[in-house]
C-alpha cells in the first residue's frame, strides 16, 4: 500500500521494477473489485486504534484475551455501523487477523447447522445464530482422539421416556478437547457424539447442545468447561479460548440432534434419510479451498517482510570501505528466499482455480452428478496439505533468512509461524491426507486401461504409456523455459512414482498391507502429484490474457522459478524415475541461477504487490518504508521489562550476590 | 530414569526391548562416571520446588524474569553449600534448564577475560568475577551489525591527556544490541569497539566496561540500558534480559582495555604483540564443540517425547472393535521419527569426537603447531551448522508428530524450538558457516596433487582419483548393510560434489565471482562433506569395544538408518554424481525400511537410554509412565484464563451482544 511517508528507504529498490505494480496488485487480488475492497477495509482496520496489535506479543494471558474479546465485538459493532456487506465484513474480519470465537461461530457452527440440520433446525437456530443472540462452537475433537472421528467416546442416548438425548462423557479420553471459542465464550455447541437408541450405537451424529446461562454466562448443571491451556508462541492462538468440555449425563430434547442425514424418531427408531453422503464432502472441498488461500496470504506476507529486510539490510562485502553488500544480493539469500516468493504467487493462483472448482463441485452435486467428487476430494486434501507444509516452513525460513532480528516477536514472524503452523494439523493431518491422495492414485493407477478415465487432475494420467517412456527433450539450459518441457517432466514424475508404488503393492501378500509397508513411498508419490498441480495451475494461469506492463513476463519467470526449484528440491525423484538426466538437472540449476538474476531487481515490487499495510504485516522489519532501525529500537523500549531500570528481583536475587552475602555464609 | 512410579503405560514397550538399557545409558553419558554425575545432578534439581518449570510459559514477562533470577541465586546457593565440584556445577545448571544470565558470565565474560587478558588484567579482574561481586556480559552484535564483526561502529577513542578511551556510540545502528545478560543484570561488559589513537582506526579490540553502580545497580552516567524485548516463544529466551546499550562519550582507564594481542601505550601507540592470532580459533573450536553436544541434547529431548508419545497414542486401524493402533506402528511416522532418533544418537558420538579434537588442537597449539588447525576450525563450522539445523526442524517435526497436542506449551516441544532455534543463527550464521567450510573445499581441492596432503576429515580427499571413477558395489539390500560401502558413497559424492564445484568456479571470470555465482551449489557441497564427517565418526564409534547386551547391535542398527536415511534424503546428489545407480538408491530404501522395523520394538528403550528425568523433558507427552492423558487434563487447569468460570471481559464485550443492546442500536 503506497502509504504517504517521510522516507522512503526502499525508493531504490522500487524504481528498478520492471513491471507495473499496480497492475499486478489486481491479478494478485483476483480483480479490481477485490481489490477495492481489500485496500478500503485494510485501511479500515488500520487506521482504527482498537485494533492495534504492537503489544500482542507482551500480554498475559487473560489481558490478551480481554482485548481479543473486545476487539471482536467492536469488529461486530462496526461491521454493522458501517452496514458492510458480507463480502466487506469478511475482509474486515480478515484483516483484524487475531483468532478469536468468531471464526468458529462463522466458519463452523453455522454451517454445520445449515449443511447438516432440518429445514426446521435451520430456521429455528440460524436467525439467532446470524444476529450472535447465541454464540456457537464446533466440538469434535476428544483428549483422546483426534483425527480418528470414529473413535470419538462421547455418547448420545436416546431416552424414549422424556424424548430426550442424554449427552455424557464416560471417561477421561472422551473429554471434548480443542474446540476454539469453548473454553470461555460458546453459550452453544454442536457437539459430535456417539447415537445410542434401545441399546444399539448408530456411530457418530451431531447435536445441538446449550453449555452456558444466557443470563449469566455460567456452565449449565452437568457442563464442565474450562480452556486447555497455554499454546505454542506468544500472542498467535492464544487469544483463542480451545476447550474442554464434560458432560455429566445432560439431557438435550430429541429435536437438537441434527437431522438432515440421520433421524431418530419419537419411538427411538434410527433412520437413514436418503440424502447422499457424499453432500458433506462438499463443505470440505469448501473448507480445504479455504486453507489454501489462507496459505497463500500467510506465505505472501512472511515473503513480504524477508524480502524487504534483505534489500535494507547490509552485511559484510564492503573491501573499499563503501556501504556493505546487500544481503538480497547474496545467492545464498535469493536461493532460500526466491522460490518462496514463487510459492507464495503459486499458491494464490492455485486458491483461485479451487474456488473455480468448489463451484463446479457444488453445481455437479446438485445436479445428481458425483462423478468428479472423489477426484475433487482428493485433490484438494493433497493442495491443502502441500501448501500448508510449505507455508509453515517457509515462514520460519523466511524468519531465519532476517538473522537474529526475525527472533524479536518485533519482527512479526515469530508470531506469524506460531500463528499458521497449526495450519498442518487440523483439517486433517497432513500426512494422513497425503496417503489419501495416495490411496486415490493408486485406485486410478489400478483402472488404467479399463476404460475408465481418469479425470479433472488426474486426466494426465491417461497418457501413462508414452510417460513411462518418454525422454525429456532439454539440451541447453534455456530448454527448461518452454512450459511442455516442464509439464511433461512433472507429469512423468509422478505417473512414474505412482506405478512404481503400485507395482511394489503388488508383490505385497494384500494390497492392504503392502500399501501399510510402502506408506513413506506412497506420500513421496502424493506429493508428487500435488506438486504437478501447483505447476500446471500456475502455467494455466501465465497462459491466460493479463493486463499490465511486464506483468505477464514478471509471473512468467516466476512460474519457472516455482517449478525449477522444485525439480533442484527433488532431484533424486526426477532423476531415479529416468524423467530427466543428472545432466538436465544440472542445466535446471543453472537456468534457476539465471532466473534469480531477473526476479533480484523486481523483488521488493513483487511484494509490493500484495499491497499489505504496515499493520497488517505487524513488523519492524517488514516495513513499507524500510525505516527498520529506529523502530526496532523503539519497539524495545514498550517492553513491561523496562518500565523500571533496576528490574524487580533486584533486591532479592541480584545484591546479595554482588556483595557476597547471600546465605553461603552461613554454613 | 527408573523412577518409582504407580502405573507404566509404557511397561509393555519396554519388555520388548533387545538390549541391556542401563550399558546404553552409560554409552549415552560417555562414561560412568559421567553418568553417575549427570544422574545425581538432574534427581537434585529435579526435587527442589524452586526449579519448577510447569508454569513457566504462563508467567508474563517481569513476572517470569524474577523468578529466572531466583532460581539462578538458589543455584549459586546450592552449589556453594553441596560444594560441587566445577564439572558438577555445569550439570546442576544444565539441568535448572533456564537461559539466564549466568550462561553469558561464565560462558562469554570470563573466557573473553581469560582468552584476551594480559596476566596481570586476569589477576585483576577474574577472582572478582569468580564470586560473582561483578557480573559481567559480552557487548559484540549492534543494531545494525550481526555476523560481520568488522562492520562494528562503536568507537573507543584514545585520549592521552586522560589517559582513558571514550567508548561512544556515534550512530543508531551502533547501539549494542542482543547480548545476554545486559538488559537488567551485568554490572559490567566486555565491549567491542572500534580503536582509535590519534585519529587512527586500528580496528575492532575488546574493552572491559563497567555498566552499572555495584550500590544501587543504576546505570553508569552516560550509559543507557535497556531490554530489546520479546522473543520467539513462551517461556523460552525471555528468562534472559538481551539488552541494548548506548554509551555517550563514557571514559575508561586505558588498562581496561584487553590487552593481551594488541596494546595502546601511555603515548597513545598501538602495538600488535606476537601472540600468534590463531590462538583465538582455539576458542571457536571449544565453543562449537559445546554447540554440537547440545544439539545432540535438544534433539534428544524432542525424541524422547515423540516416541513415548507416538507409542502411547492411538488413532485409527481398528476394523474389529479392538483398540486404535499405536501410532509408532505407521510407517509414515517411523520413516519421519527413526531418522531423528537416529540422528540424536549420531550427533551425540561426532560431539565426544569434537571434545577429542579440541583437546588435540589444543595441545599442537601449545607446541606452536597450527598445521591442523585450519581444518579443524572448518570441520567445527561445519559440524555446528549442520547438527543446530537438524535439530532446529528435528524439534518441530517431533512437535508435529505428537498431533495437536503437540501445539499445548504442557507437551513442552513449542518451548523446547523457540529456545533451541537461535543455535542456527548465533555463533556464525548457519548459511554462513558452510560458506567456510565450502571455501576450506575448495582450497583444498585445488592443492590435491600439489604434494600439500589433506588432513584431518578432509584426508579423504587423497583417494580423490579413485572417488571420481569408483562404482557402487550393491547388488542386493543387505549389502547397504556394510560400513565400507556406505563409506565410499558418501566419499565418493562429497569429493564428485566439491570438484564438480571446483570446475564451474574455474570457468568464471575470477575465483571470487565463481564462487559468489556457485555458492548455493557450494553450501550443498559443504553438506555432503559434513555429513560424510557424522556417518563416519559413528562408524568408528561402533567398531569400538562397546559392553552390555546388544547395546553394540542397536548402535549398528541406528548407524545405518542414519547413513540410508541421509542417502534417501538427499538421492539427487548421490544419483547426479553417478556415486550409485536409482536401483541402489532404491535397494537403500528397501534396506531402510527393514532396519525400520528393527528399531521398532527397541525404540522407547532408546530413549530411555538418555535417562532424563520428568523434570528435565517438561513434557505431559514425553512422561516416564506414559500416562499422558490424566497430566494433560491436570495441567490445563493452571492457566490463568481459569482463574474465573465466567472470564474478564464478559460484562463488557460478551453480555452486550448476547443482549443485542451493542450500540448498533444507536445508530
Known amino acids: 500500500m503506497a502509504e504517504a511517508v517521510a522516507v522512503d528507504h526502499l525508493a531504490g529498490e522500487r524504481s528498478k521494477a520492471q513491471f507495473d505494480v499496480d497492475a499486478m496488485k489486481i491479478v494478485w487480488a483476483g480483480s479490481k473489485h477485490a481489490f477495492d475492497i481489500a485496500d478500503r477495509m485494510a485501511r479500515l482496520v488500520a487506521s482504527d486504534p482498537v485494533f492495534r496489535k504492537d503489544n500482542r506479543t507482551m500480554l498475559e494471558r487473560k489481558e490478551l484475551f480481554k482485548t481479543t474479546l473486545r476487539k471482536a465485538a467492536h469488529a461486530w459493532k462496526r461491521i454493522s455501523q458501517l452496514h458492510l456487506t458480507e463480502e466487506e465484513a469478511m475482509m474486515f474480519r480478515f484483516f483484524v487477523d487475531e483468532p478469536a470465537y468468531v471464526d468458529l461461530h462463522w466458519g463452523m457452527f453455522v454451517p454445520a447447522i445449515r449443511g447438516q440440520g432440518t429445514e426446521e433446525q435451520q430456521k429455528k437456530w440460524l436467525p439467532m445464530a446470524y444476529k450472535m443472540q447465541i ?25 424414549p421416556k422424556s424424548d430426550e438425548f442424554i449427552i455424557h462423557s464416560p471417561t477421561l479420553t472422551s473429554s471434548k478437547w480443542w474446540p476454539g471459542g469453548l473454553g470461555k465464550v460458546s453459550t452453544h455447541a454442536v457437539v459430535y457424539a456417539r447415537l445410542i437408541t434401545d441399546g444399539q450405537d448408530h456411530g457418530i451424529n451431531g447435536f445441538i447442545v446449550q453449555l452456558r446461562s444466557l443470563d449469566d454466562h455460567s456452565p449449565l448443571p452437568g457442563v464442565t468447561i474450562g480452556d486447555i491451556g497455554t499454546k505454542f508462541g506468544n500472542g498467535a492462538y492464544n487469544t483463542m479460548d480451545n476447550g474442554v468440555l464434560r458432560f455429566d449425563h445432560v439431557r438435550i430434547p430429541r429435536n437438537q440432534m441434527l437431522m438432515r442425514v440421520s433421524q431418530v424418531t419419537r419411538e427411538g427408531k434410527f433412520i437413514q434419510s436418503d440424502v447422499p453422503r457424499q453432500l458433506l464432502y462438499g463443505t470440505m472441498v469448501f473448507v480445504r479451498q479455504t486453507i489454501v488461500s489462507d496459505a497463500s496470504k500467510a506465505l505472501s506476507r512472511a515473503v513480504c517482510i524477508a524480502v524487504r529486510y534483505s534489500a535494507v539490510r547490509r552485511q559484510f562485502g564492503s573491501q573499499d570501505g563503501g556501504p556493505e553488500t546487500q544481503v538480497i544480493d547474496y545467492k545464498t539469500q535469493q536461493d532460500r528466499l526466491f522460490p518462496l516468493l514463487a510459492s507464495a504467487y503459486a499458491f494464490r493462483f492455485v486458491g483461485e482455480w479451487l474456488k473455480w472448482l468448489y463451484t463446479d463441485v457444488t ?43 526475525g527472533y524479536l516477536c518485533s519482527s512479526g514472524l515469530p508470531e506469524l509461524f506460531a500463528v499458521y503452523v497449526p495450519a498442518c494439523t487440523y483439517e486433517g493431518d497432513n500426512i494422513v491426507l497425503l496417503l489419501q491422495v ?41 530448454d527448461w523455459l518452454k512450459p511442455t518441457v516442464i ?56 497462459e491466460q490474457e493479463i493486463h499490465g506492463h511486464g506483468v505477464k513476463e514478471m509471473l512468467q519467470i516466476l512460474c519457472n522459478v516455482y517449478a525449477l526449484s522444485l525439480i533442484h528440491k527433488h532431484l533424486g525423484d526426477f532423476i531415479s524415475t529416468g524423467s530427466i538426466t543428472p545432466k538436465q538437472g544440472a542445466l535446471a540449476n543453472e537456468q534457476l541461477r ?12 513483487m511484494v509490493d504487490a500484495f499491497n499489505y499495510t504496515d499493520h497488517y504485516l505487524g513488523s519492524a ?18 517492553d513491561p521489562l523496562n518500565d523500571s531500570v533496576v528490574p524487580d528481583g533486584y533486591h532479592e536475587y541480584i545484591k546479595p550476590l554482588l556483595k557476597q552475602n547471600f546465605g553461603v555464609a552461613r554454613l
Open 621 to 638: 522489519l517488514g516495513r513499507y518504508d524500510g525505516n527498520v532501525y529506529p523502530k526496532l529500537y523503539e519497539e524495545a523500549w514498550k
Open 438 to 478: 495416495a490411496r486415490f492414485l493408486m485406485k486410478t493407477v489400478s483402472r488404467l486401461g479399463s476404460g475408465k478415465q481418469p479425470v479433472g487432475t488426474t486426466a494426465y494420467m491417461v497418457k501413462a504409456p508414452e510417460l513411462m517412456q518418454c525422454k525429456c527433450e532439454v539440451q541447453e539450459a534455456k
Open 135 to 159: 454464540i456457537g462452537c464446533y466440538a469434535q475433537t476428544e483428549l483422546g482422539h483426534g483425527s480418528n472421528v470414529q473413535g470419538l467416546e462421547t455418547t448420545a442416548t436416546f431416552d
Open 487 to 542: 509439464l511433461q517432466a512433472f507429469e512423468a514424475r509422478s505417473v512414474r512414482m505412482a506405478v512404481n508404488c503400485a507395482q511394489n503393492i503388488s508383490k505385497a501378500q494384500n494390497p492392504e498391507e503392502g500399501f501399510y509397508e510402502l506408506s513413506a513411498d506412497l506420500v513421496e508419490a502424493a506429493v508428487a502429484h500435488c506438486q504437478l498441480i501447483i505447476v500446471s495451475k500456475f502455467i494455466e494461469k501465465v
Open 594 to 605: 539465471s532466473l534469480y538474476s531477473q526476479v533480484r531487481p523486481n523483488a521488493v515490487a
Open 363 to 405: 453445481q455437479r452435486l446438485q445436479a445428481n452428478d458425483f462423478s468428479t467428487l472423489p477426484e475433487a476430494h482428493a485433490c484438494t486434501a493433497g493442495l491443502k496439505s502441500l501448501t500448508t507444509s510449505t507455508t509453515a516452513d517457509g515462514i520460519e525460513e523466511c524468519r531465519k533468512l532476517c538473522g537474529g532480528h
